[in-house]
Antibody, heavy 119, light 107 residues
């Protein structure tokens, strides 16, 4: 059974850094593009970043470009996002998710990890 | 970026009602549209992709239609477990974008 387990969230001060991880199991990780989607508590969904199966192509929302870096370790079936220069508006639940092969929509989601940026 | 606009943002309905949610793209996206359902405290769940293809395991009371810029999600017979927030998402081009969501509440 496909499973995604997000971790790494927490409280960080403005300007600080945090790295989120997502452990994947139950499918051939390298065959799938992966993505991060965030949701401000009580608000809607915002796409953050995506990475191809091999890791050679990456995509970012303008709101995080230059501050966030998505990466993956296919030997460990793990997805990452390094978040630097964090701002209050980055406060959200961050979901790791799998993109369907042949179409960039999400077919599996992690449980989410909460990132709070506050002094 | 392609902007996705959902309407209404919320509404109340009763069990057994037929409900329709609309999603409009700011430019043509062919049929590269997905719908998700989200319940409080949970991750979203894929309902429909390709504008009209039902994800495996999703009840046939859900259906999707549309192409180009205008899309609809219809629930033909609202059941208690369908009270949730629904989001559309275009995957025609990056950046991927979601609609603002439609919350379906119990009347």
């Amino acid at each position: 059974e496909e499973q995604l387990v997000d971790s790494g969230g927490g409280l960080v001060q403005p300007g600080g850094s945090l790295r989120l991880s997502c452990a994947a199991s139950g499918f051939t990780f390298t065959n799938y593009a992966m993505t991060w989607v965030r949701q401000t508590p009580g608000k809607g969904l915002e796409w953050v970043s995506a990475i191809s199966g091999g890791g050679d192509n990456t995509y970012y929302a303008d709101s995080v470009k230059g501050r966030f870096t998505i990466s993956r370790d296919n030997s460990k079936n793990t997805l990452f996002v390094q978040m630097n220069s964090l701002r209050a508006e980055d406060t959200a639940i961050y979901y790791c998710a799998r993109l369907k092969r042949g179409g960039d929509y999400v077919d599996y989601w992690g449980q989410g990890t909460l990132v709070t940026v506050s002094s | 970026a392609i902007r996705m606009t959902q309407s209404p943002s919320s509404f109340s309905a009763s069990t057994g009602d037929r409900v329709t949610i609309t999603c409009r793209a700011s430019q043509g996206i062919s049929n590269y549209l997905a719908w998700y359902q989200q319940k409080p405290g949970k991750a979203p769940k894929l309902l429909i992709y390709g504008a009209s293809t039902l994800q495996s395991g999703v009840p046939s009371t859900f259906s999707g239609s549309g192409s180009g810029t205008d899309f609809t999600l219809t629930i033909s017979w609202l059941q208690s477990e369908d009270f949730a927030t629904y989001y559309c998402q275009q995957y025609y081009s990056y950046p991927l974008t979601f609609g603002g969501g439609t919350k379906v509440e119990i009347k």
